[in-house]
């Protein structure tokens, strides 16, 4: 048994991890100011878990919450790129300074491993596909910058103070507790809601962007082997499924399992939007052990029959 602190555990991936390691029989410790997570995410297990809720851009008052712990899986964030364009100063403390503050009281505390959440939006404007690590990062949106800026203080403080880190560089992660109520929400969750209401999704651009999509287990699954494998400290990994889909192809499979033939409306693509996303996770099956476990098909499956019970 091990002792985990879930930073943002909250929100939509830290909950999905610790549901899993208490499962296993972890201890866990949360930490989450619920600016973006949700407390009905943690409310059927709120009996066991250690929460405290505090603010990541506040060191002092976070450092008890590392005291006594083995790994560190860094999720707090303030995500979505539109939301990072529309208030970058919030974006950027959050981001980076929240991690700067995570990892200083992680390296303090004798912490074994930070594992923490990038993006795949690191990649930017790069056209080249699949997306590689070795690639240039070639951000265009400021949650991206702040994303490659995690990175940098992570792989700078393993270098500096022998504090072992490891980036995720998540591509378009989906599932169940998604929130599909924010002007910023991620795609899956918004067109589930929305076919389900019976009313048209709304698709920026012209669909034919495509995107890498990871169901949340996948996410959980590379998480944990990154805690505790031999290799890997310092280095970035893309978390996928190698795979990709447009959202036009992604509209026609909802379509299907939900027996409808509502259409989408269509508006000008938004600032800061990649085009097309494809991970190569070569490395990171050979370096950290990772080895998606759940298709695409069926994760859209068990997603849309979460948000079809929840509009029951």
């Known amino acids: ?171 378009n992660v989906f599932g169940p507790r998604q929130d599909p109520t924010s002007q910023y929400a991620a795609v899956i969750p918004i067109f589930c809601t929305r076919l389900l209401e019976g009313k048209s999704p709304t698709v920026y651009g012209d669909g034919e962007q495509s995107r890498d999509f990871t169901y949340v287990d996948n996410v959980v699954q590379a998480n944990l082997s990154a805690a505790t494998a031999a290799e890997g400290a310092g280095q970035a990994f893309n978390i996928a499924c190698g795979e990709r889909l447009s959202l036009n192809e992604l509209l026609d499979r909802l379509r299907t399992i939900l027996d409808t033939d509502i259409e989408a409306v269509y508006e000008d693509a938004r600032a800061g939007d990649v085009k097309h996303s494809l991970a190569d996770i070569s490395a990171a099956r050979e370096v950290i052990g990772y080895a998606p476990q759940v298709d695409f098909d069926e994760g859209l499956a068990q997603t849309v029959e979460f948000f079809a019970n929840l509009a029951e």
């Open 1 to 171: 048994m091990a002792s985990f602190l879930v930073t943002g555990g909250g929100g939509f991936i830290g909950s999905h991890l610790v549901h899993h390691l208490l499962k296993r029989g972890d201890e866990v410790r949360v930490l989450d100011d619920f600016s973006t997570g949700r407390r009905e995410n943690l409310a059927d297990i709120a009996g066991d878990i250690e929460l405290l809720e505090e603010d990541i851009r506040n060191l002092e008052a976070i450092r008890p919450a590392f005291a006594g712990v083995d790994y560190v899986l860094h999720q707090a964030a303030i995500p979505s790129v539109p939301r990072s364009v529309a208030d970058p100063v919030r974006s950027h403390e959050a981001n980076c300074t929240g991690t700067l503050n995570v990892l200083i009281a992680a390296r303090d505390a004798g912490v074994k491993r930070v594992v923490q959440a990038s993006s795949s939006s690191v990649y930017g404007s790069n056209p080249n596909l699949p997306k590689v690590e070795t690639m240039r990062p070639m951000p265009i949106s400021p949650y991206a910058a702040t994303k490659l800026m995690q990175e940098a203080y992570a792989s700078a403080f393993y270098a500096s103070f022998g504090l072992e880190t490891v980036s995720l560089r998540y591509f």
